[in-house]
């Protein structure tokens, strides 16, 4: 092991968090796999959003009055799935 991972690993130690050096590298790991998880849903949100232009499944925003408009809709979705207060 790299005497950076080494270093890193003991900083994590004498924080207090962990006990162990394996308990490190498990969080660690553990952490690197949902990372991975994420980005696999950002990318698939990506390519979708690219076939939805592709297919012409969007809005085009050519004055300040579509962009209230958008926004709006926007804000009315979020506050349907009580995701913003009203």
């Not at 085009?60 to 979705?77: K, V, W």
Request: glycine letters at 4%; charged letters at 30%.
């Amino acid at each position: 092991m790299s005497a950076k991972a080494e270093s890193l690993i003991q900083k994590q130690l004498a924080s207090g968090k962990f006990a162990t050096p394996e308990q490190v590298v498990e969080e660690a790991l553990a952490l690197l796999d949902q990372q991975a998880a994420d980005w696999a849903k950002v990318k698939a949100k990506i390519e979708q959003g690219i076939d939805d232009i592709a297919a012409g499944r969007y809005d085009e925003i050519a004055t300040e009055a579509d962009e209230e408009r958008l926004t709006q809709e926007i804000l009315n979705g979020l506050r349907q799935r009580n995701l913003l207060e009203n």
